[in-house]
């Protein structure tokens, strides 16, 4: 079962880079890393998934080591409405509630 | 041309009342679940179904019962609510059960339990 653990919380201040670390040390081979926001009053939502080595969107970067035991989502130059609840989820197939264990993600404040 | 929508928003009642929230998925996806948020922010899985067809259910009360009379729509039905119960609860549906493709969420039903 690959579960997951992340920070409780991040603060930042507005245009700074942040970084969150998901450490997954029982990922199987066939698992996906994909990591989703939430806003406050909001339902989550995709930002950016990864199999290995390093992915790159319009909104952020996720970094993969060989051993995919962790990943690392980047946050370029935050700005306030970066503050959400970043979850990241790892799996292949949702055919087991394993495979779709959130937790409570970490928290990001972003402040000037 | 919401994705995914839930009714109602909020939802406040009695223990002991029964409630229904509806989830509907305008995506074409064969997948839909549903989650519960409690207080502290935990996002848990209750229930998925795959094409109609139950693939997850946690352990929940069988007091919680989800119904799809069709793959674009996931209800959610509780009976005899308690305190407990009082959570957000997220509907999201994806293309399949290969969690490559993205879960698009509803905006969430707030349920109040008094």
């Known amino acids: 079962l690959a579960k997951t653990t992340q920070p409780i919380s991040m603060d930042s201040y507005e245009g700074q880079e942040v970084n969150i670390t998901c450490s997954h040390n029982?990922?199987?081979?066939?698992?996906?890393i994909t990591w989703y926001q939430q806003f406050p009053s909001q339902g989550p939502r995709f930002i950016i998934q990864?199999?290995?080595t390093k992915v790159t969107n319009e909104v952020a970067s996720l970094f993969i080591p060989a051993d995919r035991k962790s990943s690392t989502l980047s946050l370029p130059r935050v700005s306030l409405s970066d503050t959400a609840v970043y979850y990241c989820?790892?799996?292949?197939?949702?055919?087991?509630?394993?495979?779709?264990?959130f937790g409570t993600g970490t928290r990001l404040q972003v402040t000037l | 041309d919401t994705a995914v929508s839930q009714t109602p928003k909020y939802l406040v009642t009695q223990m002991g009342n029964d409630k229904s929230i509806k989830c509907e998925q305008n995506?074409?996806?064969?997948?839909m679940y549903w989650y519960k948020q409690d207080s502290k922010k935990f996002l848990k899985i209750m229930f998925s179904?795959?094409?109609?067809?139950?693939?997850i259910n946690e352990t929940v009360p069988n007091r919680f019962s989800p119904k799809s009379p069709d793959k674009a729509h996931l209800n959610l039905h509780i009976n005899s609510l308690e305190l407990g119960d009082s959570a957000v609860y997220f509907c999201?549906?994806?293309?399949?059960?290969?969690?490559?493709?993205?879960?698009?969420f509803g905006p969430g039903t707030r349920l109040t339990v008094l």
């Open positions: 999201a549906s994806s293309q399949d059960l290969s969690l490559y493709n993205e879960q698009f």
């Open positions: 029982n990922i199987a081979t066939n698992d996906y």
């Open positions: 990864g199999y290995k």
């Open positions: 989820l790892v799996g292949d197939r949702a055919g087991t509630a394993s495979k779709l264990t």
């Open positions: 995506l074409g996806h064969d997948t």
């Open positions: 179904y795959n094409n109609k067809e139950l693939i």
